[in-house]
């Protein structure tokens, strides 16, 4: 049963007055523009998103062309929707997710994470095949609380859910976009589809981004020698659909990337507070060593579809690849001066990682009341990945390197059982079994003496299962109710000269959940509001950083997660269309047990006992308490278009950078918005617009180091820009 705090209580009140507007839509003239109905397929069959028992936000249409104007990467996406944040050490190419707080803050390259990314249904499983691009996009689906008895590896937290426009037997057609704006910023992207006949259909799309260096380096003199990038991905998809009965889907595709690695500036936090220093400037930094990135992608996907009449089976075969990957940085973030005590510059590197996954599912096809559907799930991933030291006071020389190898490999059987009890009552249970096993090993090291042992296997299976209800209150307003539990296999983190390799044991959740989905005023209007109350035992939390350069995984005993999140859109006026969304998501650690270091340079907020902060009631690590955004459409009809005015915001609080609390890794809350002016004529087809990324310029750091001095990177900074955008 869900135990509701008084806010809950408050905000599950106001959520239940929103039937009230069905009576209210009366008064709507029927000429009043509509929402379109949104669809999702949270529960893998295509659903009004009023009808899933699952808290899910799905971004589409012109909010996500918006969002992608800039030539930004997917962690654009951070506070978009509600209880969602998107942050990363590492730049463009290794994304971290957080769904209500819950998620993992490990940079080290077999990562494990509980936000589960599927791409065209294949599951990326490793966080650097998370970073592939977002281009001919057709939605964004955030599906928050577990997710296991539907889809296909760990998901205790939730799943982001990106599907691609596919390919179709009608007619040749597609679109171009060309972007340009602040820093030589560009965006270039473009798909046509084409049947090629009554059967055959192809759609090739592709992206070009590129932005010029700005930053200065001081040390070494040169101007504008960082923060750039180029990056281009490609996707081919080929569609044969002979029948009614049978079609077949094939997906090739593949990203290259070139550039800055993240940039670390020392000393850039003030100390006693989390301000930044007096006099800092984006434009400089101070770094002696090396500074850049190199990475390959590429996979095909094959799904295949079978209609029986009485069933419809599926099978999705998906294979991705890193095939060449290299992250370097100055992780001290300065030059040998006073307050870089000493020198550390780094390399993540992964030459080889295969991942190979298949799924069969079969689905019912019933008229009557029940529905079901089942499916088994493989999973196996090879790789090799490692990380080397460089000593940036002699040449950059190479000093160290360490190369490990993970082989892992799991199976699921899963299953879920729709039944309409009456017209207005449905009920839904699901259960999963999942067998997980990994083997870890150490292949090279070289000037690491490592701490033994050199080789690690773990396995471990789980049952896990939810249970839903939906009630129609009326034909506008469905209220629900689920019970989830999820899992997460065991992680293991490489060994380096100070910790040998360790093991973070399988985690749980079990999650409560309820909430309200609503059609308003004649579907002028939408909203949706939910509550949950979760528990995790044995979270797996890494460790990183403290006194020295290291990385390591623990167990807390448990974590606490509360929270409710809320989403309305709809029109004001016929020209006014706005939306706003937010949630609060309370997470706190309960293991009076757990100690960490204390922090080099930093002021503790902690209790500190034999020079150990306890962790003890701290909050999750970039888990924002609240997260806030909102939208606005304006639109002016002409003779021969359309001008339109558009505008978007997202607001965060204060996050913690760490397992720990203190004054100086505290992130301060962050305000980015962005406007765009348009024109839009020919029905549609063509539109130019200007635009501006973070208006407002907000610099504040959103992640640091802490083993050595206060260093730290800030967010992405303001851009103005123009886009033309064309279809055919």
């Known amino acids: 049963m869900i135990k509701l705090s008084k806010m809950h209580k408050r905000l599950l009140a106001l959520g239940a007055a929103m039937p009230i507007g069905s009576a209210m839509a009366q008064s709507v003239p029927a000429s009043a523009p509509q929402l379109e109905t949104v669809t999702v397929t949270a529960q893998r069959r295509t659903e009004n998103i009023r009808e899933v028992p699952v808290s899910v936000s799905s971004l589409n249409n012109e909010k996500l062309d918006v969002l992608l104007s800039g030539g930004q990467d997917i962690r654009l996406l951070a506070g978009k929707v509600p209880s969602l944040n998107v942050e990363s050490s590492t730049g463009r190419v290794f994304p971290r997710f957080y769904i209500r707080g819950y998620g993992n803050s490990d940079f080290s390259i077999f990562a494990s994470q509980p936000v589960s990314l599927i791409y065209d249904d294949v599951v990326q499983e ?29 998901t205790p937290a939730g799943v982001v859910k990106f599907e691609s426009e596919k390919p179709n037997l ?56 960082l923060e ?59 770094n002696n060593g090396l500074n850049y990135q190199n990475l390959r992608t590429n996979g095909a996907s094959m799904r295949l579809s079978w209609d029986l009449d009485a069933v419809k089976l599926f099978s999705i075969t998906g294979y991705e690849s890193v095939g060449k990957y290299e992250s370097r940085g100055d992780i001290d973030g300065g030059s040998v001066q006073p307050g870089v005590p000493f020198q550390v510059e780094s390399a993540a590197t992964m030459p080889d990682l295969k991942q190979l996954s298949q799924e069969f599912r079969v689905e019912s096809k019933n008229a009557g009341p029940l529905n079901w559907q089942s499916g088994l799930y493989y999973f196996h991933e090879d790789g090799k990945g490692g990380s080397d030291g460089f000593d940036s006071t002699k040449g950059n020389i190479q000093t160290s390197h360490l190369l490990s190898q993970q082989v892992n490999t799991a199976w699921a059987a899963f299953g879920s059982v729709n039944y309409a009890v009456s017209d207005a009552f449905s009920l839904r249970g699901g259960l999963r079994y999942t067998y997980d096993k990994k083997r870890f090993a150490t292949v090279e090291a070289v000037n690491v003496v490592q701490i033994a042992p050199q080789s690690v296997g773990e396995s471990k299976s789980k049952v896990n299962w939810d249970v839903s209800a939906v009630y129609k209150l009326n034909k506008d307003v ?63 939390l890494t460790v990183v950083g403290g006194q020295s350069n290291v990385t390591k995984l623990i167990n807390a005993a448990k974590t606490k997660g509360r929270g409710a999140e809320m989403d309305l859109e709809g029109f004001v006026t016929s020209q006014l269309k706005m939306s706003v969304g937010g949630s609060y998501n309370f997470t706190e650690i309960r293991d009076p047990s757990l100690s960490l270091p204390a922090c080099r340079t930093c002021t503790p907020l902690n209790p500190v006992v034999n020079g150990q902060m ?62 765009r002016i348009g024109y839009i004529w020919q029905d549609g087809k063509y ?42």
């Open 228 to 286: 750039g990038y180029n990056e281009h991905a490609e996707r081919v998809q080929v569609l044969y659909a002979p029948n009614a009965a049978f079609n077949a889907l094939f997906n090739v595709h593949q990203r290259t990337t070139t550039g800055s690695s993240r940039v670390f500036r020392a000393n850039i936090i003030k100390f006693g507070s989390n301000d930044l220093v007096d006099g800092y400037d984006n434009g400089k930094v101070a």
């Open 614 to 675: 306890l962790l003890n009631g701290n909050a999750l690590p970039n888990a924002p308490k609240w997260i806030a955004n909102a939208t606005a459409r304006y639109s002016i009809p002409l003779e021969n278009g359309e001008l339109f005015l558009f505008t978007d915001w997202s607001y965060r609080t204060k996050v913690n950078f760490f397992l720990y609390e203190s004054k100086e890794f505290t992130g301060k809350p962050l305000t980015e918005g962005g406007v």
């Open 687 to 728: 539109e130019l617009a200007a635009y501006g990324r973070n208006i407002t310029n907000k610099q504040v750091v959103t992640g640091a180091i802490d083993f050595n001095n206060r260093t730290g990177f800030v967010n992405e900074p303001r851009l103005w820009g123009v886009q033309f955008k064309g279809g055919f």
């Open 170 to 225: 009608k007619k040749v057609e597609g679109y171009y976009n060309l972007s340009w704006a602040t820093y030589n910023t560009a965006n270039v992207e473009g798909a046509v589809n084409v049947p090629l006949s009554k059967e055959w259909a192809l759609r090739v799309s592709a992206l070009r981004q590129h932005r010029d260096n700005f930053v200065d380096n001081t040390t070494t003199g040169k101007q504008d020698a």
């Open 126 to 154: 490793n966080p650097i095949l998370k970073g592939f691009p977002l281009f001919d996009t057709k939605n964004v689906e955030v599906l928050r609380g577990p997710q296991g008895t539907l889809f296909g590896r760990n």
């Open 478 to 540: 469905n209220v629900y109710a689920r019970v989830a539990t999820g899992f997460r296999a065991p992680s293991i983190a490489a060994a380096n000269d100070k910790v040998a390799i360790t093991v973070a044991d399988a985690e749980t959740i079990t999650s409560y959940e309820a909430g309200i989905k609503a059609d308003l005023f004649n579907r002028r209007a939408r909203a949706s509001f939910s509550v949950y109350d979760f528990d995790i035992k044995n979270q797996q």
